[in-house]
């Protein structure tokens, strides 16, 4: 990070700063296409398991018409709701992954297009965490509906510990990859201005 006009010089070697930032970070690609794709491995697991989730619904169906047992219950509203958000972020998260994977990229997209994508990725990928563990909690709470509910409510509010150890796991990724592609914009064009005083004239 530095000033505008440092942006072409120099040092004695004759490589300015792009130049060494790419010297020194020659395995930064490869690192990190190796990181996103141990996401796109969480993905694809939500993605099966809340694909999968959508056709073994809680209580079965009905063998009359074939519609689900429990389609007149609230909390079977939240569980579909909260499957179908599942599936999407986390169909969104792996799209985004592997759009990074199957595309040449070089130094310079790791200053502005990687990070963006990193960012969409990885909020997709925790909203669908968060919706995936809905989804878990709410299936209890349809199947001990009429008793039993202190179960649905302990182990609703075990379901929201892998929520938090991800968002806590990840908060300070993002918070960096933000300001790094965001705030660095602004480092060196001040949003107040400067009032000059001139001193009056003898």
């Known amino acids: 990070m530095m000033p505008p006009y440092l942006r072409e010089a120099k040092n004695n070697d004759g490589q300015t700063p792009y130049e060494l930032f790419a010297k020194e970070n020659e395995d930064l690609v490869s690192k990190g296409l190796k990181w996103m794709k141990d996401c796109m491995v ?16 809680p209580g079965g ?30 169909s969104t998260s792996l799209l ?18 990687l990070p963006r994508k990193l960012m969409i990725g990885l909020l997709t990928l ?8 809905v989804t878990f909690s709410a299936s209890f709470f349809v199947l001990y509906h009429k008793g039993l509910k202190w179960v649905s409510i302990l182990i609703a509010a075990f379901a929201t510990i892998p929520v938090i150890v991800f968002a806590l796991l990840q908060y300070h990724l993002l918070v960096d990859m933000f300001r790094s592609t965001y705030d660095s914009h602004y480092l060196f064009n ?11 004239s003898l």
């Open 42 to 57: 969480v993905a694809t697991l939500i993605v099966t398991v809340a694909f999968s989730v959508a056709f073994t619904v």
């Open 96 to 113: 985004v992954f592997l759009s990074v994977l199957t595309s040449q990229h070089d130094q310079r997209d790791f200053m502005y297009s």
């Open 190 to 200: 001040p949003k107040k201005r400067i009032l000059y005083i001139t001193k009056p």
């Open 126 to 133: 925790f909203i669908s965490v968060a919706a995936l563990m």
């Open 61 to 90: 169906y009905n063998q009359d018409h074939g519609s689900p047992i429990f389609i007149h219950n609230r909390t079977f509203l939240v569980f579909v709701i909260a499957d179908a958000v599942s599936l999407i972020s986390s």
